[in-house]
């Protein structure tokens, strides 16, 4: 079955600064990509998505990249915020959206004053 | 929006105890799933149902069983708790492929089996 690793575990970044998340799947059949955020305390929420047909997306502050042939994905937070403090994961699916995911081991990200 | 919600926030029971968590979504999702969340593990599939009274396992099912006898609703079942099954457990929802995207989470349970 499909394996997503995710790197680092932990990341501290102070205010302003950029904050990268890598990950990496092992089925070349993967075609979604989402990334969940998690505050203390809250259930994942989905913040951006790609899908095996673009290599970048953006929204606002955050943006995922894609590399289909070394089979890795990313993810860009700019001028971090303190909010932006949370469990970041990653995840891979087959056939879309909708069907079952498969999550990396998760992100713990903190924005430093 | 759409709302996922998970009967008990905090459960204690003991060893050996046949467990019930309950999952129920209001907005006429076809696919459900378990997940349990423990640190440093991520989010690991427990099992999943893409239709009524459909199943599959996921990754981790041993221990695990569900139903899903009507669409809204979604439950795992622990047999006989253990105390490795002590751990937060997630569900979600979502609509198939070709739809909308993405994952709709409850609050989760937080399980201690002593």
Known sequence: G????????????????????????????????PWYKQELGKRPQLIIDIRSNVGEKKDQRIAVTLNKTAKHFSLHITETQPEDSAVYFCAASKGGGGNKLTFGTGTQLKVEL | DVKVTQSSRYLVKRTGEKVFLECVQ?????????????????????????????????????????????????????????????????????????????????????????
């Not at chain 2, 459909?54 to 009507?70: A, L, N, T, W």
């Not at chain 2, 997630?90 to 995207?101: K, N, Y």
Request: glycine share 8%; aromatic share 12%; net charge negative.
């Open chain 2, 26 to 114: 209001d907005m006429d999702h076809e696919n459900m799933f378990w997940y349990r969340q423990d640190p440093g593990l991520g989010l690991r599939l427990i099992y999943f149902s893409y239709d009524v009274k459909m199943k599959e396992k996921g990754d981790i099912p041993e221990g695990y069983s569900v139903s899903r006898e009507k669409k809204e609703r979604f439950s795992l079942i622990l047999e006989s708790a253990s105390t490795n099954q002590t751990s937060m457990y997630l569900c979600a929802s979502s609509f198939p492929q070709g739809r909308r995207v993405g994952y709709t989470f409850g609050s989760g349970t937080r399980l201690t089996v002593v």
């Open chain 1, 2 to 33: 499909e394996n997503v690793e995710q790197h680092p575990s932990t990341l501290s970044v102070q205010e302003g600064d950029s904050a990268v998340i890598k990950c990496t799947y092992s089925d070349s059949a993967s075609n979604y990509f």
